[in-house]
Each structure stands twice: as structure tokens, then as C-alpha cells.
């Protein structure tokens, strides 16, 4: 089955075309753009352009998976909308993944196309990894995983030194993402080199089992963490002298 891959919820604009089939998942194209003030502009034609790398319509494709975040409110809502609207418009099932998910994820480890390879930064057995993405106003959303990609805490937005704090008392041991990479200094973590944003491979594999067994699509709700920067009056303010 051709499955759409699409995720806004960081600086990197990702799209990308992947085979689910019964024995795994092969990236067939893909397209990475990081440009955190350009999400909207970004993601349509980049779907353009994996679907005709691989020759496809939308009409040709099977199912559409996003990342639902956590992530900055206008950059996330952009990948969920367009994934929403496109799994209506053609009828086909959309289904979410936590976007730190396809960074902690040890399939994201390494990950260069088709296949991840595993003896290239994957978790060694009862490692810890901290997955940190920046979250603006000197804060990370950030998520713990075991060595088999559980998520064991989180996800969560908190300032740096909260999230160095709790992976502490987990006994985290690397840290990998953006995020990761901004506050090293206030982490204190081994910092591992990629992936720096959701790996496509890993977003895809963790929704492949809902995929193969043709589950029922699912409303995408984004992870926002916080309120958006932009609210509602909630007074009038009088313009008179």
C-alpha cells in the first residue's frame, strides 16, 4: 500500500511516499525542508513532488499518517490540516504518530532512506534516551524512551533544566533531537548526531501495524502542550478619550 508521510511539527517540513507492505516498510521518496516560518508554503508542494517522483496520484494512495506533535501551534496545525483534508477528500484512513515518537523511535536511529541501520546509533540494551525538540520561549517538548522505543515519560513541555531534572531521576543516559542540541550545555547528555527531527522510516513503521491491519481512520489530534500565542479578547477596550 502507498502510504503519504507528512509532519510540520518542528522546523523540518517533511513529506514523503512509503510502501507498507506484510513484511515491512520501504521509503519510496522524500522531501525535508527546514524552515520554521515556512510550513504552509512548504508542504503541498512537497507532496506534489513526492508523488511525482514515484510516478503517483493521490488517488493512488492508501492511507496518510502525521505526526501529531507536540509543536509550535501555526507550523503543527499546517501537516494536520492538510493530512485531515486529504484523507477526506479521497476517503482514505489518516492516522497519527507522536512526532518525538519518530525521533526516540530505534528504527529513526540512523535511518538513511529505505531501511534504519540498526548498528548505527541504535540504543544499546537498557539505554535511556531523552528526545528534546525546541519548543520556543527557551523550552524543549521532550519525551524518555527505553532501548526498545517505549516512551516511559512524557511528552511534555518544561524548560531545559526540568527536563535535564527528570531525566536524572530516569537514569537517562543520551540525549537526541534539536532540542537536544540547543540546551547540550543544560542537559548534560551524550548527544547523539541524528536524527535532529521525526524520521519518516520511524513515524511510518509505528503506524504500519495499524495500516496492515486496516484500521479505521482516526481524528488527528494535535499535541499542542500549551495554549497558542494568539487568544481571544475577552473585554472590550474603549477607544473614546
Not at 512548504?42 to 507532496?47: E, G, H, S
Not at 490540516?81 to 477528500?89: F, I, L, R
Not at 540547543?182 to 509505528?206: I, M, N
Request: glycine content about 10%; hydrophobic content about 45%; some cysteine.
Amino acid at each position: 500500500m502507498l502510504v503519504l508521510v507528512v509532519d510540520s511539527s518542528t522546523p523540518a517540513v517533511t513529506a514523503a511516499l512509503v510502501e507498507v507492505t506484510a513484511d515491512g516498510v520501504a521509503v519510496r521518496a522524500h522531501r525535508c525542508t527546514v524552515d520554521a516560518r515556512a510550513h504552509g508554503e512548504l508542504l503541498a508542494p512537497q507532496i506534489e513532488a513526492v508523488l511525482a517522483e514515484v510516478g503517483a496520484r493521490p488517488g493512488d494512495l492508501g492511507a496518510i499518517v502525521s505526526g501529531l506533535g507536540p509543536g509550535p501551534f501555526t507550523g503543527l496545525r499546517v501537516g494536520l490540516v492538510t493530512a485531515a483534508a486529504m484523507g477526506q477528500v479521497l476517503g482514505i484512513p489518516t492516522y497519527g504518530v507522536c512526532s518525538l515518537d519518530g525521533i526516540g523511535h530505534p528504527s529513526a536511529a540512523g535511518t538513511t532512506g529505505n531501511a534504519p541501520l540498526r548498528e548505527q546509533g541504535t540504543p544499546a540494551r537498557d539505554e535511556r534516551v531523552l528526545v528534546a525538540a525546541d519548543a520556543r520561549r527557551k523550552e524543549v517538548y521532550w519525551a524518555v524512551y527505553d532501548d526498545v522505543g517505549q516512551r516511559i515519560a512524557g511528552p511534555a513541555v518544561d524548560a531545559p533544566a526540568v527536563a535535564a531534572a527528570r531525566a536524572r531521576e530516569l537514569a537517562v543516559t543520551a540525549a537526541v533531537g534539536d532540542g537536544a542540541h540547543r540546551y547540550a550545555d543544560v542537559l548534560g547528555l551524550p548527544l547523539r548526531g541524528e536524527p535532529r527531527y521525526p524520521a519518516v522510516f520511524a513515524l511510518a513503521t509505528l503506524a504500519a501495524e495499524r495500516i496492515r491491519a486496516g484500521a479505521p481512520g482516526e481524528t488527528l489530534t494535535p499535541l499542542y502542550l500549551r495554549r497558542p500565542d494568539a487568544v481571544a479578547a475577552t473585554s472590550r477596550k474603549s477607544v473614546l478619550p
